[in-house]
């Protein structure tokens, strides 16, 4: 989600904090490999959407929103 002059914010319900990482994600029952849908997280959140995801079996991997930022996990 995007509010403010393209500073992107956190999906997770609630809050409101500017994203610092994008969440890549996708369904396999439902998405073919190349379909890839991505959030956007806090810092404080990064690891709970992730953990989210990965619990339903879902390939995910996190990016630095910003590419001088620490490597993807």
């Known amino acids: 989600m995007i509010v403010d002059d393209a500073v992107p914010v956190c999906s ?34 990064r690891a709970f959407l992730s953990e ?8 995910v991997a996190s990016v630095p929103l910003d590419p001088d930022a620490e490597s993807a996990t």
């Open 52 to 59: 989210y995801l990965s619990a339903r079996n879902f390939p």
């Open 12 to 45: 997770r319900a609630g809050c409101r904090a500017p994203a610092s990482w994008r969440i890549d994600w996708r369904n396999p029952r439902i998405h073919a490999p190349d379909r890839v849908k991505s959030w956007t997280a806090c810092e404080e959140h």
